[in-house]
C-alpha cells in the first residue's frame, strides 16, 4: 500500500497568488517525519521543509509553510506568492524510525507546478 | 565541500551488460540510499544502507545490488542490464536528524537499449 499519496498530477496557479499541494500520510509508527522537494525542469532535488510527528508548531521557511494535520494525516504544502521560478514537480516524503523504520524517505508520486504570469 | 557527487552523469548500456553507478558524500553522513525515477512514479526506494557494512532492500531492489565497505562511499551495481532499467538513478546521504538532513546527488540518467 502506498504510504504517500498525492492526489493532484498537476496543478496551476497564477502569480503572486497562494497555492496548495496536498499530501496524505500513512503509518502507524508514532515517531515519524514529512519532507517536501521541489525538481525543477533541470533534474536536482530541493530539500524545502520538514515537520516532525512531535513538532507542536507547523512549519514554515520562507514562502512555504507545511499545513500538518495529525488526525487527518495529511501534510500539505502552501506556497504564497508564487513565482514563475515555483514551477517545477514538487514531492512529498515520510521517514519512519521509532518502531523499526529505516529512517529513510519514500516518496509521493510528485505533484506538477505551473505558475502563469 | 562537494556533497553527493555521482559517476557518470549519462550511460547507455545493451541488455546483458552489467555496471556500476558511482555515490559518493565527503559529509559524514552515516546513512546513504540509492532510488529511481521514473515518470509518473516519483522516486523509488532501490537499496540503502545505515553504516559501513551495513545495507538492506528497498521497494525495488531486483536487479541491482549494493555494498558499503566505507562511510563514503555506496556503489550500485547493476548485474544484468534490463530495459525496465532504463530511469534516472538518484543517490542521497542523510542524517537521522532532528532535525534530519537529507541531501541528493545530480542523478545519473541510464538508457538500456
Known amino acids: 500500500a502506498q504510504k504517500i499519496t498525492q492526489t493532484q498530477p498537476g496543478m496551476f496557479v497564477q502569480e503572486k497568488e497562494a497555492v496548495t499541494l496536498d499530501c496524505t500520510y500513512d503509518?502507524?509508527?508514532?515517531?515519524?517525519?514529512l519532507f517536501w522537494y521541489k525538481q525543477p525542469s533541470s533534474g536536482e532535488m530541493i530539500f524545502l521543509i520538514y515537520?516532525?510527528?512531535?513538532?507542536?508548531q507547523n512549519a514554515t521557511e520562507g514562502r512555504y509553510s507545511l499545513n500538518f494535520q495529525k488526525a487527518r494525516k495529511s501534510a500539505n504544502l502552501v506556497i504564497s506568492a508564487s513565482q514563475l521560478g515555483d514551477s517545477a514537480m514538487y514531492f512529498c516524503?515520510?521517514?519512519?524510525?521509532?518502531?523499526?523504520?529505516?529512517?529513510?524517505?519514500?516518496f509521493g508520486r510528485g505533484t506538477s507546478l505551473i505558475v502563469h504570469p | 565541500n562537494a556533497g553527493v557527487t555521482q559517476t557518470p552523469k549519462f550511460q547507455v548500456l545493451k541488455t546483458g551488460q552489467s555496471m556500476t553507478l558511482q555515490c559518493a558524500q565527503d559529509?559524514?553522513?552515516?546513512?546513504m540510499s540509492w532510488y529511481r525515477q521514473d515518470p509518473g512514479m516519483g522516486l523509488r526506494l532501490i537499496h540503502y544502507?545505515?553504516?559501513?557494512?551495513?545495507?538492506d532492500q528497498g521497494e525495488v531492489p531486483n536487479g541491482y545490488n549494493v555494498s558499503r565497505s566505507t562511510t563514503e562511499d555506496f556503489p550500485l551495481r547493476l548485474l544484468s542490464a534490463a530495459p525496465s532499467q532504463t530511469s534516472v538513478y538518484f543517490c542521497?546521504?542523510?542524517?537521522?536528524?532532528?532535525?534530519?538532513?537529507?541531501?541528493f546527488g545530480p542523478g545519473t540518467r541510464l538508457t538500456v537499449t
Open positions: 559529509m559524514n553522513h552515516e546513512y
Open positions: 515537520q516532525g510527528s512531535y513538532d507542536q
Open positions: 516524503a515520510m521517514r519512519e524510525g521509532a518502531s523499526g523504520g529505516s529512517y529513510i524517505p519514500t
Open positions: 544502507s545505515v553504516g559501513a557494512g551495513i545495507t
Open positions: 542521497a546521504s542523510s542524517t537521522p536528524g532532528p532535525p534530519p538532513e537529507q541531501y
Open positions: 503509518t502507524s509508527d508514532p515517531s515519524y517525519g
